[in-house]
């Protein structure tokens, strides 16, 4: 039986500082952690209720996780990090429920990889409004998604993430697959309507591989 389990107390651990854990969110939630400022967690079970009980991590800086959607959608809305600025997220299984209406205003760098449609890496950069450096990994990559990103970051009527400077789509441990290079002229005419609305150097970073060869190549519009 992993730990915390259903017959953990609850308990307040104050000089805890790095937690590395794979359990319940349920079991998680009813420990208290003042001190921590790293969290790695793994929780692939499908039970998670419609209703945490609120979870205050007060000084919590960086945040990993290995999700259910139904968790990000439910237990993450329980969490309190005032602190929180690094958020890495690798959200799984179907369907994929949006996150409820939340936002991380201290997070400034965000990683998001799932198999998810674009419309839900676009729900989850909503709830953090100050990010400045972003890497999505798409495991079912498609230009389609690629397209419908970079065309929401266009839209200043209602800009996404104002102070992003830099988007990753991919990395060299987890690139892009797509079949050819991805609309220049899009990305180019995204990267001067950020620049010209928030008044800062924006780029757009792109690793992708071919699943002929594996080649990995990387551009860099700017």
């Known amino acids: 039986m992993g730990w915390p389990n259903a017959s953990t107390p609850r308990m307040t651990f104050k000089l805890l500082e790095e937690l590395d854990v794979r359990c319940e ?18 929780s692939l079970s ?19 996780a290995t999700l259910r959607s139904r968790a990000v959608a439910h237990f993450l809305p329980s969490m309190t990090m005032p602190q929180l600025t690094t958020l890495t997220l690798s959200i799984s299984g179907y369907p994929f429920e949006p996150l409820s209406a939340v936002t991380y205003p201290s997070v400034t760098s965000v ?36 397209r419908e990103i970079v065309t929401r970051l266009m839209d200043n009527t209602n800009i996404l993430c104002p102070k992003l400077s830099e988007i990753h789509f991919g990395t060299e441990e987890k690139p892009f697959f797509i079949p050819m290079r991805p609309f220049p002229s899009l990305l ?35």
Not at 28 to 42: D, E, G
Not at 111 to 137: C, H, Q, R, W
Not at 194 to 207: G, H, N, W
């Open 111 to 146: 990683t998001l990889e799932s198999s998810a449609p674009s419309s839900y890496f676009i729900g989850l950069l909503d709830a953090v409004p100050n990010a400045e450096k972003v890497v999505l990994l798409m495991t079912e990559s498609s230009k389609s998604n690629l």
């Open 46 to 64: 499908d039970h998670v209720p419609d209703v945490h009980q609120p979870w205050s991590l007060p000084v919590l800086s960086e945040f990993k």
């Open 188 to 222: 180019n005419r995204c990267v001067d309507r950020r620049e010209f609305a928030s008044k800062r150097p924006f780029k757009i970073v792109i690793t992708t591989s071919s699943r002929r060869n594996n080649n990995i190549s990387t551009e860099i519009y700017s």
């Open 25 to 42: 969110t349920t079991h998680l939630c009813r420990l208290n952690f003042p001190s921590l400022t790293k969290l790695n967690l793994m």
